[in-house]
């Protein structure tokens, strides 16, 4: 893959925004692909606005997306679409809570991960391999939640 491919989760903090990035991030880089991570905390305690960006590709130099070309945004919260729409390029892909079955989540807290799973239909990695990079970040009684809101996502 020559060309850099960027991500943007954005949300609110205590949603998980950075939880994503983080099982995005590893599972690219033992991929092979050379990986950058830039995070923006901002008023992160329950309610601030956070984001995450991921670049990756063959090299990859710098680890903030320019404005305007995240191929791919991941908002948690509605009120976090049009304040993060800029970053999006044109023709890029946007999944927000509006775009999934938030409604069938058995725990409303895992709904990053049905994100996750929805971005996940993006790129071509078996489902396997992206539990188990989920089952490292997460402890294993949220296992099964989480294995059900990201295959939800993914379907």
Known sequence: MEKVINVTAAGLG??????ITDILAEMLFEAGY???KSEVHGMSQRGGSVSSEVRFGKQVFSPMVPEGESDYLVVLDETQVEVNRYKLRD???LIAPADVPVDQLANKKALNILLLGALSRHFDFPEEQWLAHIHRHLPAKLHADN???FRLGRA
């Open 14 to 19: 205590g949603q998980g925004v950075l939880k």
């Open 34 to 36: 050379d990986v950058k």
């Open 91 to 93: 023709g890029g892909v």
């Open 147 to 149: 294995d059900a809101a």
